[in-house]
């Protein structure tokens, strides 16, 4: 769903490759917003164990998560001791802990044996002291990250009946082998692997909903084709295979279609395959160029670019290519759509100057609001699960990096520091 950035008129391929993002140094700028403020769940949080490195890292990890969840005010308390062996908490317990204003507590004993980490995760409630959810984790150091991610994510269930996005991911590109290949990092910017190795020029990586698939542009066989990868085999198949250029692939929500940008025709138009590259469909059939299609969370439309009208914009039509609408008649230039998960917002990249910011609408162009300001362009808005996050790439800082901010622009931060480039990022659907 994530493009090609601004430079998304093709003239030539090299074209595209070389000018895709210019380069401006600038100091950091953070855009920190409170709007629409909800009342939040007041938690606290005890920890338990002898090797104190660990039970450092553990409470930063958890901390974040929960913080980063939007749903919880993590109150502090000065060494709260509780009886976790009983299933119930004393009333002693729940008197300190009632006294902080925590409705709920979070307790977490960590064991070290050899290499072995046990983390027993248990969450209390404090009006009556129950224990609403216990359960034991088994890993080792390699794995404690997503353990604790795990345990952020079942915190979040309990006391909300909402999803956690903890375990979720980030696919993004970056050059810091000296080729644009494709990284998975967590959803916090930690645990960054690579994914492709392939030397070449690796673009646009879409996660199918299953969170199984990543499928992308790749310059492998010297042309741009789609690509497939399928992250629990690591197998790798061609979606397609012609001498023009196929890109910006984006998944239908049942995962059975792939949507995508094709040049086979002549100009620029978006089709439709399966994920073998079969049951090929045309949607568009206009003079102008059309990228960068991302689809409803129904499956029912699809938004894309295109430049039909004079200008970059952004249309809607339905998926079976019929019923087209311009949705954003302010500004210059409008590109990279991504429609929210629950279907209410689009974000995209609009140009205000000469530099890109991150805007979203509604589907029926109400409420266009820009939320990235500063130096710098911001593009390649990808939303988190739950609808409460944005990831984008900016070059705020000089080099291209990847951010993440809540979906009204506040709380804005970093995710990667390596140094390179780094751009088109996409999360996964859990």
């Known amino acids: 769903m994530k493009q090609i950035g601004r430079i998304w008129l093709i003239v030539s391929i090299f074209t595209l490759i070389f000018n895709w993002h210019g380069t401006?140094?600038?100091?950091?700028?953070?855009?920190?917003?409170?709007?629409?403020?909800?009342?939040?769940?007041?938690?606290?949080?005890?920890?338990?164990?002898?090797?104190?490195?660990?039970?450092?890292?553990?409470?930063?990890?958890?901390?974040?998560?929960?913080?980063r969840s939007l749903f919880f005010n993590l109150i502090k308390n000065s060494g709260i001791k509780i009886n976790d062996s009983a299933a119930k908490l004393d009333e002693d317990g729940r008197a300190k802990i009632s006294a902080l204003g925590a409705g709920s507590l979070i307790f977490v004993r960590i064991v070290r044996e050899d290499s072995v980490i046990k983390l027993d995760g248990k969450i209390y409630e404090t009006?009556?002291?129950?224990?609403?959810?216990?359960?034991?984790?088994?890993?080792?150091?390699?794995?404690?990250?997503?353990?604790?991610?795990?345990?952020?994510?079942?915190?979040?269930?309990?006391?909300?009946?909402?999803?956690?996005?903890?375990?979720?991911?980030?696919?993004?590109?970056?050059?810091?082998?000296?080729?644009?290949?494709?990284?998975?990092?967590?959803?916090?910017?930690?645990?960054?692997?690579?994914?492709?190795?392939?030397?070449?020029?690796?673009?646009?990586?879409?996660?199918?909903?299953?969170?199984?698939?990543?499928?992308?542009?790749?310059?492998?066989?010297?042309?741009?084709?789609?690509?497939?990868?399928?992250?629990?085999?690591?197998?790798?198949?061609?979606?397609?295979?012609?001498?023009?250029?196929?890109?910006?692939p984006s998944w239908s929500p049942d995962g059975r279609l792939i949507a995508f940008a094709s040049s086979r025709d002549g100009n620029s138009e978006i089709y439709t395959s399966d994920k073998e590259g079969k049951n090929l469909k045309r949607l568009t059939?206009?003079?102008?160029?059309?990228?960068?299609?991302?689809?409803?969370?129904?499956?029912?439309?699809?938004?894309?670019?295109?430049?039909?009208?004079?200008?970059?914009?952004?249309?809607?039509?339905?998926?079976?290519?019929?019923?087209?609408?311009r949705l954003i008649f302010k500004g210059e230039y409008n590109s990279d759509p991504a429609w929210s998960p629950k279907g209410d917002k689009i974000a995209f990249a609009c140009r205000r100057g000469g530099d890109f910011k991150i805007c979203t609408i509604n589907p029926d162009g109400s409420s266009l609001s820009e939320l990235t300001s500063g130096s710098g362009s911001d593009e390649s808005p990808a939303w988190s699960s739950d609808g409460k996050r944005i990831a984008f790439a900016s070059s705020r800082n000089g080099k291209w990096n990847i951010y993440v901010m809540n979906s009204d622009g506040g709380s804005l931060g970093k995710l990667t520091n390596n140094g390179a480039n780094n751009w088109g990022p996409d999360w996964s659907p859990n």
């Open 285 to 325: 059939y206009m003079r102008g160029e059309d990228v960068s299609p991302t689809w409803s969370p129904t499956g029912t439309e699809i938004a894309f670019t295109s430049d039909r009208g004079g200008s970059p914009q952004i249309y809607i039509m339905k998926a079976d290519g019929t019923n087209i609408r």
């Open 127 to 248: 009006g009556g002291g129950e224990m609403i959810f216990a359960k034991r984790y088994v890993g080792n150091d390699n794995i404690i990250r997503r353990i604790v991610h795990r345990f952020s994510d079942e915190v979040v269930f309990r006391l909300t009946g909402e999803k956690g996005i903890a375990q979720s991911r980030i696919v993004y590109i970056s050059d810091k082998t000296g080729q644009k290949e494709l990284y998975i990092m967590d959803y916090d910017g930690s645990s960054d692997k690579m994914i492709t190795g392939n030397k070449s020029i690796n673009l646009s990586p879409a996660w199918s909903p299953d969170g199984r698939l990543i499928a992308y542009t790749s310059y492998r066989d010297g042309n741009p084709d789609i690509f497939v990868v399928d992250l629990t085999t690591s197998k790798r198949w061609k979606v397609t295979d012609y001498s023009g250029l196929d890109i910006s």
């Open 24 to 67: 401006s140094f600038a100091e950091d700028v953070y855009l920190e917003t409170q709007k629409g403020a909800t009342q939040k769940i007041p938690v606290t949080i005890v920890l338990k164990g002898e090797d104190h490195a660990l039970v450092s890292t553990i409470n930063n990890v958890l901390g974040e998560d929960l913080d």
